[in-house]
């Protein structure tokens, strides 16, 4: 995790399981075939600053090479759209960190879309647990931010 522990303010998201109940679901979508696994899949609240959310899903534990499939889904609250969003992640020396590249760069206003980051996590040893440090550097109404967050635990990934 050398490179992004540098900052003093690092927000600490605890991890809870963030599913969806039967009233989130849509009623109306009658040819969903998945809808009952979506709403048990494990996830966690991994950014939650200054109006973005970003909440990480479990699409495939840890395999028999040791490998799990992560998919980060980032909304935007804020009532102006974001440019320029770039995430960054690092994880414990007992693990290795793929980033695949994301869907856009671009959020638009009031949660109208999502950017999808898909991750891939290798499980080196078994010396740590996999914890999880997140940085994303953004454009809003011309000026750069910065988020930095920790993921103690990722629901779902032992």
Known sequence: MKGLINN??????????ATATLSDLDPFDLFSMDATEKASQPSTLAINTNGIEGILYVDNVFNENSVAALRLLVTNNNPLPIEAFNFQAAVTKAFQ????????????????????????????????????????????????QLIECLVPKIEGLS
Do not use: C, W
């Open 97 to 144: 960190i793929e980033l695949l590249p994301p869907s856009s760069s671009d959020l638009p206003a009031n949660r109208q879309g999502t950017i999808t980051q898909m991750i891939n996590i290798r499980r080196i040893s078994f010396s740590h647990p996999l914890k999880m440090r997140i940085k994303a550097f953004y454009n809003i109404d011309g000026r750069q």
């Open 8 to 17: 003093s303010s690092v927000n600490k998201i605890s991890s809870k399981p």
